[in-house]
Each structure stands twice: as C-alpha cells, then as structure tokens.
C-alpha cells in the first residue's frame, strides 16, 4: 500500500512539473477571486437555461449512446451525465462556456457564440441558475430519462412545467437601470486545452487552486529555460542530440499526462457509482418505510 501511494505521489508530482516546464501555458497556485453570479439576472433567463438544459441533457445522452454501441446506456452513465452538466469544473458543462447573454429591449437572452468564452459574472450567472433549475432532481431526471427515452420536447415539458417551475409563467421585464454584463470573449484554443487538462487532475493532491500563464510570460521570467545556456550552441552535434533528448522529453510529458487523466477518470467514476449505489439503497427504504405505514394505517381503520 505504501509503495502503490507513493508512485502515485511520483507520477502526480511528474505531471505537475510537465505543465510547469512545458512551452505551452503553466500553472502556480492563485489566490486571485473568481468572478461571481448576477443572482439577480437569474429571473429573466431561467426558462431559457432550463430548455438549454434539457437539449444539452439530450444531446450528451444520445452522444454517449453513440461512443458505447451497440451497448445500451446504463442508467449510472444517464446519472453521471445529469449531475455534472450544471457544474462548470465538469466537462458536461462546457457548453454553459459558449453563451452569452445579450440585453434586448426588456429581455436577456442566451446567444449561443459556438466557441469557449472567458468564465466571467454571466458564465457564473448561467451556471447558478442551471443548478437552480435541477435543484436536487437530477436521479429522478435521470431515472425519467432512462425509463422513458424522452425527446427534446418531452423532456423540456418534464423538467421545465412538471418537475420544476422554470417556464411556468413568463419572466418579469427587465429593469432600465441594469448595468450590462461583459462582453463575450472568446477563451484561446491553446488555454482551453490546458484547462481541460488541469481539470482532469482536479481533486488529486498537490493540483488544486491553479492559474493559466502564456508562453509570453513565461519567456520573460527570469531563467525559464536557461538550463542550457552554457552550452556551445554552434555545436551541431550537440544541436542534434538536444533535439533527439527533446523529441523523447515531450513523448515522455504526452505519456505522464494520457496516465494522470486516466487515473483520474477511474477514480471519478467509482466515486460515483459507491454514491449512486448508496442512492438507491436509501431510496428503497424509505420506500419500504412508508408502505409499512400506509398499511399500519388501513388496518387500524
């Protein structure tokens, strides 16, 4: 046990040193404040957010079916997929990263840009009132969706009229005085790849609370890269068997980083299934509680 716990000590602290050492953006820890939600824009977008919610529920569905056939989606992946789709540190809620709200007249709506965008106050804004719009119904969404198989509007129906009250009456205007929110900023491709990455490795010890730096920044920090520096650079022999060592050096990173991500993944996912396991089993008996009492109650009268 104590040998398995410090490989894996090694193989996080290799990772970490690989994002740290990389040409591509690094990571240091951050105390800088994360942008925080407009609850009161919540109100006039709600409805909206709940039919973004239950296509996207939708879409994740059919796009798992897709990767695991001829396999039948279980009803824990159906799960899974619910109950990370409103979290922003889970990839299921990606797509909360390509809206934009957008005042018109005495409405705000959500604009769907296609590409990732900077997380600011709206990104916050549209992720609290997902979380709202779920509540804690996401296993009866779930087992809705697993036992019926609904399309979008039959879906939209269910989570927006019936199980909540998202779209139940139309949203207020909004005030004249609202102070707009940021513009949409489109997050570079380069950052959103390494956000995926470090969000793999969230959770683990050692990775949380991290910041993006760019390959500019880097550059100007005092000697970053510099290991080299002494040696003769007109050198071509050296120059080739630098380039040989550094060919293997990004191999080896492609290598550290595929294991971290997988061993994060297989975490992820027993840590789920113990948990919806404990679900059901709590369910069935408080089930079996109230028959007891419904027929301690008939046989009483």
């Keep these: 046990m104590g040998r398995r716990a410090n490989s894996w000590s ?6 970490l040193l690989l994002c740290l050492s990389s040409w591509a953006p ?3 820890c951050s105390n800088n404040p994360a942008a925080a939600a407009r609850k009161e824009d919540i109100p006039y977008i709600k ?3 709940c039919e973004k919610l239950a296509s996207e529920i939708v879409s994740q569905v059919q796009k798992k079916e897709a990767q695991i056939s001829p396999k039948k989606i279980s009803e824990y992946q159906i799960i899974e997929i619910v109950e990370n789709v409103c979290n922003l540190k889970k990839e299921e809620a990606d797509w909360i990263l390509k809206i934009d709200i957008v ?19 709206e990104c916050k804004t549209i992720e609290r009132a997902c979380q709202e719009v779920l509540g804690y119904s996401d296993t009866d969404l779930a087992e809705y969706i697993y036992a019926r198989k609904p399309q979008l509007d039959a879906l939209s129906n269910y989570l927006c009229k019936d199980l909540g009250n998202a779209c139940s009456k139309k949203p207020p205007p909004v005030p004249k005085d609202r102070v707009p929110g940021e513009p949409f900023e489109p997050k570079p491709t ?3 790849e390494m956000e995926k990455i470090m969000r793999s490795m969230e959770g683990l010890p050692g990775a949380p609370g991290m910041k993006m730096y760019s390959r500019e920044q880097l550059m100007n920090m005092q ?13 071509e022999e050296g120059k080739v068997l630098k ?10 990173k492609e290598k550290v980083v595929k294991q971290v991500t997988s061993v994060g993944k297989t975490l992820k996912t ?13 369910r069935s008996k408080t089930n079996t509680n109230s028959n007891k009492q419904q027929a301690s109650k008939k046989a009483e009268l």
């Design 26 to 28: 690094m990571v240091e």
């Design 103 to 121: 005042e018109k007249g005495n409405k705000l709506e959500l604009v769907d840009q296609g590409v990732e965008g900077q997380c600011n106050s």
């Design 270 to 282: 027993h840590a789920n299934r113990v948990s919806h396991k404990l679900r059901r089993w709590w």
């Design 223 to 235: 000697n970053f890269g510099d290991e080299d520096a002494d040696e003769d650079e007109d050198d």
């Design 190 to 192: 380069k950052e959103a």
């Design 243 to 252: 380039e040989k060592a550094k060919d293997k050096k990004v191999d080896w």
């Design 10 to 15: 090694v193989l996080l602290n290799l990772a």
């Design 47 to 49: 409805c909206q957010v």
